[in-house]
């Protein structure tokens, strides 16, 4: 059991390069989240996805996409990089009314 | 809308003395609670949570936290703490749609 997985743990893009974080969770979650986390800002909340084929924007969506692949699998990707997407990349899945998010290890990302 | 805010950013302790990270929350309804841990180049794990009932919440490593709804904060405390309580802590208010939202975080730092 391997909870939440992301991959890569670190990546450095050039600006307008492409790229897409890849997450996956063993747990049978139904809903899905990515976060970006900034210095002195916490973490804050890009897509999340409730279930299945559903996503939903969150706090700072712009520059970002999402794909809810299957109920295991939901990927982040960037078209085209900005320096201002630098940070770590966090995914989480929560089982359905436990109220609580499960984190994976987190993705560096470096847009030079 | 709901907001978090953690009170110290960085917070130096000695091996062996209690501590306490404040945090307050604003939310027009009623809300579920958190405090994560973040240990360097890790991600998140939950420390404990606040649903309902007793306002007391015991988590894991010697942790605890008190819900205060009229002064609108949930300060996480320890009787001792030890060097390997050294990470970043973070506070989260949970939304009616299980979205989180996070303080900006207080690095504890234990020292011998």
């Known amino acids: 059991n391997a909870g939440v997985t992301q991959t890569p743990k670190f990546q450095v893009l050039k600006t307008g390069q492409s790229m897409t974080l890849q997450c996956a969770q063993d747990?049978?979650?139904?809903?899905m989240y990515w976060y970006r986390q900034d210095p002195g800002m916490g973490l804050r909340l890009i897509y999340y996805?409730?279930?299945?084929?559903?996503?939903d924007k969150g706090e700072v969506p712009n520059g970002y996409n999402v794909s809810r692949l299957n109920k295991r699998e939901f990927s982040l990707r960037l078209e085209s990089a900005a320096p201002s997407q630098t940070s770590v990349y966090f995914c989480?899945?929560?089982?359905?009314?436990?109220?609580?998010?499960?984190f994976g290890p987190g993705t560096r990302l470096t847009v030079l | 809308a709901q907001s978090v805010t953690q009170l110290d950013s960085q917070v130096p302790v000695f091996e062996e003395a209690p501590v306490e990270l404040r945090c307050n929350y604003s939310?027009?309804?009623?809300?579920?609670l958190f405090w994560y841990v973040q240990y360097p180049n890790q991600g998140l794990q939950l420390l404990l949570k606040?649903?309902?009932?007793?306002?007391l919440v015991k988590g894991i490593n010697g942790f605890e936290a008190e819900f205060n709804k009229s002064q609108t904060s949930f300060h996480l405390r320890k009787p001792s703490v030890h060097i390997s309580d050294t990470a970043e802590y973070f506070c989260?208010?949970?939304?009616?749609?299980?979205?989180?939202?996070f303080g900006e975080g207080t690095q504890l730092t234990v020292n011998p």
């Open positions: 989480a899945s929560e089982r359905l009314a436990w109220n609580e998010q499960f």
């Open positions: 747990m049978n979650h139904n809903s």
């Open positions: 996805s409730a279930s299945e084929g559903t996503t």
């Open positions: 939310s027009s309804v009623s809300v579920y």
């Open positions: 606040y649903l309902s009932g007793s306002t």
């Open positions: 989260a208010v949970m939304d009616s749609g299980s979205r989180l939202t």
